[in-house]
């Protein structure tokens, strides 16, 4: 028997999945690995949800599903790797990825967080035949893919995916040039301050103690993110926890005092 996967009461896509039977609903945690996976179909109205797909006639749409291919991808399943041929593009459904790269020198860095609703992987879109980065799954996600070969047809017959992919370039290219400028002038508190920023903006869960930052993410991670080292992140998290600012744990972040955090970003004064 295969299941539609929705969201039952809820349309945010930032919310846990769950499966839908038959006059009820179970939560992803009820079941398997295994079994979710073999499981997953998505239901159309998962899909009109996004933005980016709000406008299409349900006929094109249908016709969107029907090449795609469902994937729920376990926490730290590689979904491509940097270099490999770009023969699908994708987009996040539910969870977190990362999306790293290996420098020249051997280095490795977090290029990009991939929040749900996200296109990723159009290497095409990009003029190249490979993919620039790997991506992980930071948590538990849901994924959808086509064939590149299909990238073509699917712009034509919907533009709004063309300007969606050229938002999500520049604005890739924004972020890439913010980091740079951080990474030139800023020490490296400030770095950290911003990145923590940016991820409570765009991954933030509210709590009564602060903002959760919804995925798990470690020390290594924001080290990777701001192009510094784990004995840096852990002093400066060390010192924001003592101030009150942040709450670490393995693998997890909550921000405490988000103005303050929003202060030390703004402040000119070196404290690395």
């Known amino acids: ?23 009820k609903c179970i939560k992803p945690d009820d ?3 295994e079994e979710r996976k073999s499981a997953v179909k998505i239901d159309r109205r998962v899909i009109k949800s996004l933005p980016l797909f709000e406008k299409m006639a349900d006929d094109e749409l249908d016709r969107l599903i029907a090449h795609a291919n469902a994937r729920l ?12 041929p770009a023969d ?21 860095i977090i290029v990009r967080v991939v929040h749900p609703g996200d296109l990723f992987g159009f290497a095409k879109a990009l003029q190249r035949n490979d993919y620039p980065g790997t991506a992980v799954a930071a948590a538990e996600s849901l994924t959808l893919s086509w064939p590149t070969d299909l990238w073509p047809d699917f712009v034509e017959h919907n533009p709004r995916l063309a300007v969606s992919a050229m938002q999500t370039i520049g604005q890739r290219l924004e972020e890439a040039h913010t980091r740079i400028r951080e990474m030139s002038t ?11 920023l940016r991820l409570a ?24 993110m701001t192009g510094t080292t784990l004995h840096t992140v852990s002093r ?6 003592t101030k009150g600012l942040v709450e670490g744990g393995r693998q997890k972040l909550l921000v405490r005092d988000l103005q303050g ?7 000119t004064r070196d404290n690395s």
């Open 1 to 23: 028997m295969v299941l539609a996967l929705d969201f039952c009461h809820s349309s945010r896509l930032d919310v846990t999945f769950v499966i839908r039977l038959p006059g």
């Open 31 to 33: 079941m398997g690995l």
């Open 73 to 84: 991808v376990a926490q730290g399943e590689t979904i491509f790797e940097q270099g490999e």
């Open 88 to 108: 699908n593009f994708f987009l996040l459904l539910h969870g977190r990825l990362k999306v790293t790269q290996v420098t020249s020198d051997g280095q490795q």
């Open 186 to 196: 800023q020490e490296v508190e400030r770095r950290v301050a911003h990145t923590v």
């Open 201 to 224: 903006r765009k991954a933030g869960r509210e709590e009564a103690d602060g903002i959760r930052i919804d995925f798990p993410i470690s020390r290594q991670d924001i080290a990777e």
């Open 236 to 241: 400066i998290f060390s010192a924001w926890e």
């Open 261 to 267: 955090l929003e202060a030390l970003a703004r402040s």
